[in-house]
């Protein structure tokens, strides 16, 4: 439980960090341009990218998972993640090395998304393989708080640079300096994960000799339903959350005019929702089982896409942070038992490869595009357009939801 904690926390922070980065400073440190949208649209495309990587960090990972161990795996994906990141953190800028920024940029974000791509799989499957008896949910939810952390700790790092220094220093490099304090992070998860013992479950499929051959191809053949549903259920929990925590930002900070320091502030504060609603929902799940607690927390997060344009009409810092505060407690609530939920859907020989392929999928559906199309539709129709975005997210997930048999009895 604490090592899948810990590895995910690390993960989650070196991914959020370019998040919060691609808001605030990507754009015009990598991207100039006379054209203001030009610039945030070219950074949040750069954001999406590692998501489209994140499928191929999947099956990469997910096959040496289920052939070599989760153990293994989970510590190469932590490598991956890290060295991608101090990457980032020491690319010069555009003006300094012209079009080589941002294609050395991209390479290092593509990297995050190949390391995140084989991290979340491992780690839940690191938790739910190894949990008491009815307590999987419970298990399978201490990854699942590993991103809480994670953007805690990526923001709260943001946010001192912010009350440091002046808006030239942090522009020049104030904000390169949570890329780079990764370096200690990783060296704090190798620690943890090498300290690791294998999961039993996969022990007893290695002492069968059950393992696939070639995992994707058995996947393929015989789990394609529990994959395709396994991806769409999740599709929700990235559109809300990055809506949140990406697209509002900026459009706080470039349409609104609110201060970086203050907003990333309150998204501190908006983030201790997410941290509570997962442990309840969790706990919910174990007692309730899946299906009802997603359905809520779906329900719940078309109210919240319904609520956007109002909230955001207000030109106000409450308004955002209302909508903060909302969309966060959304993504815990949903999110919580998606660390059963995946593992629970698929079998042992295919489990890293399907969940891990599976949550990646549902970052491109749910999350790449997500800034970049919320952008868009602003500019077509207003935030009503947005919130009709999360809500059709949201309605995707729900449906899927409705094919899927309740899980919390299956053995693993």
């Known amino acids: 439980m604490i090592a899948s904690l810990v590895g995910t926390t690390i993960e989650f922070y070196d991914f959020y960090i370019f998040a919060t980065a691609a808001a605030l400073v990507i754009g015009p440190v990598f991207f100039p341009s006379n054209d203001p949208t030009l610039t945030t649209l070219a950074a949040f495309m750069s954001f999406g990218l590692a998501f489209l990587a994140r499928p191929l960090g999947g099956l ?9 161990g989760r153990k293994t ?12 990141t101090i990457g ?18 991209c390479i290092c974000r593509f990297a995050q998304g190949l390391g995140i791509g084989g991290e979340w799989g491992g780690a839940a499957l690191l938790a739910t393989e190894n949990a008491r008896p009815g307590q999987r949910a419970w298990f399978g939810m201490f990854p699942q708080l590993g991103p809480s952390l994670g953007f805690l700790l990526a923001n709260g790092v943001f946010l001192l640079m912010l009350i440091s220094l002046d808006d030239d220093a942090f522009m020049r490099w104030g904000w390169r300096v949570p890329f780079l304090l990764s ?4 060296v704090v998860g190798l620690y943890v994960r090498v300290s690791l013992t294998e999961s039993h479950v ?6 069968s000799d059950s393992r696939a051959g070639l995992p994707i191809a058995r996947l393929l053949r015989h789990a394609r339903r529990p994959l395709i549903q396994g991806t769409l259920v999740m599709v929700a929990c990235y559109a809300i959350f990055y809506i949140t925590t990406v697209w509002t930002l900026n459009h706080a900070v470039v349409v609104l005019g609110l201060a970086r320091g203050q907003l990333i502030g309150l998204l501190c504060i908006a983030i201790v929702g997410m941290a509570i609603a997962t442990p309840i929902s969790a706990l919910a799940a174990d ?23 109002p909230l955001l ?9 209302v909508f903060f505060a909302l969309g966060l407690t959304a993504m815990g609530w949903i999110y919580a038992p998606m660390g059963a939920l995946l593992p629970e859907l698929l079998p042992t020989d295919v489990r890293y490869t399907g ?9 491109i559906f749910g999350a790449s595009l997500a800034p970049y199309a919320a952008e868009a539709l602003l500019h077509a129709g207003g935030p009503a357009w947005v919130g009709a975005y999360v809500m059709a997210m949201a309605a995707i997930s729900l449906v899927t939801l409705v094919t899927i048999d309740e899980t919390k009895t299956r053995e693993l």
Not at 202 to 207: K, L, S, T, V
Not at 287 to 309: D, H, N, S, Y
Not at 313 to 321: D, Y
């Open 60 to 68: 990469l990972f997910g096959h040496f998972g289920d052939r070599l």
């Open 287 to 309: 007692r309730f089982g899946r299906r009802p607690v997603l359905l809520a927390g779906l329900v719940f997060t078309i109210g919240v896409g319904a609520a956007l344009a």
């Open 202 to 207: 996969f022990n007893q499929a290695r002492a």
């Open 313 to 321: 009409a207000f030109g106000t810092s409450t308004g955002v942070f």
């Open 73 to 84: 795996t989970l510590v190469a994906s932590l490598l991956l993640m890290g060295v991608a």
């Open 355 to 363: 969940a891990a392929i599976a949550y990646s999928l549902a970052g």
């Open 183 to 186: 370096a200690i992070l990783v």
């Open 88 to 105: 980032i953190g020491l690319v010069p800028g555009h003006a300094t090395i012209g079009v080589w920024a941002p294609i050395i940029l």
